[in-house]
């Protein structure tokens, strides 16, 4: 079955630190991946996409790989704030089919002053 | 400007009780429009999409429905809301050639 994965545990990091989080994925071929942001109660907020043929973007603090081979993205905050603290999600979308995306449960980031 | 609305941001609902959540959209014509679940400590899970009036295409079988009654408005029902229904609902929509969704705010459903 198709398996997008986060990591369920909160990731703490001290203000200035480069924060790295994970999204894996498994029996997928996809066209793209998204990141989203979302804070308690809100609904997600869109931040990056990136496409099967990029390795890398970038956006301000924010950088996001993408490697079709391990199956794997990894998203970076550099210089992270406390107003960073959120829950992050990827999403996948299938190479050749809808747009519709499919969601990771997110990774909680806690930024520490 | 594009804008998305949903309410109402809370509801508690006893089982059995019908439910109306209503999402619209503005300053745009003919979006894609989509409800999605969120259980706790769950991901999101698609549940309606619709590419227009009337259009709607059902991702996951359950006891809600939803309706596409103007080209900028989406509702999710349910005849008898049951406890499994309880979550956070959202709305989102994206407009033709964006690279991401945009969601509302959210609806935060307790069925009791």
């Known amino acids: 079955s198709q398996k997008i994965e986060q990591n369920s545990e909160a990731l703490n990091i001290q203000e200035g630190k480069t924060a790295t989080l994970t999204c894996n994925y498994t029996?997928?071929?996809?066209?793209?991946l998204q990141w989203y942001r979302q804070d308690p109660g809100r609904g997600p907020v869109f931040l990056l996409l990136?496409?099967?043929?990029?390795k890398e973007k970038r956006k301000e603090r924010l950088k996001v790989t993408f490697d079709t081979t391990l199956k794997q993205s990894l998203f970076h905050i550099t210089a992270s704030q406390p107003a960073d603290s959120a829950t992050y999600l990827c999403?996948?979308?299938?190479?050749?089919?809808?747009?519709?995306?499919?969601f990771g449960r997110g990774t909680s980031l806690i930024v520490h002053p | 400007s594009q804008t998305i609305h949903q309410w109402p941001a809370t509801l508690v609902q006893p089982v059995g009780s019908p439910l109306s959540l209503e999402c619209t959209v503005e300053g745009t014509s003919n979006p894609n429009l989509y409800w999605y679940r969120q259980a706790a400590g769950r991901g999101l899970q698609l549940l309606f999409y619709s590419v227009g009036i009337g259009q709607i295409s059902s991702e996951v079988p359950q006891n809600l429905s939803a309706s596409r009654p103007q080209d900028r408005q989406f509702i999710l029902s349910s005849k008898k809301l049951l406890l499994s229904d309880s979550g956070f609902y959202l709305c989102?929509?994206?407009?033709?050639?964006?690279?991401?969704?945009?969601f509302g705010s959210g609806t935060r459903l307790t069925v009791v």
């Open positions: 999403a996948l979308n299938l190479s050749g089919g809808s747009y519709i995306p499919t």
């Open positions: 989102a929509w994206r407009s033709q050639g964006a690279d991401g969704y945009t």
């Open positions: 029996n997928y071929s996809p066209a793209y």
């Open positions: 990136i496409r099967e043929n990029e």
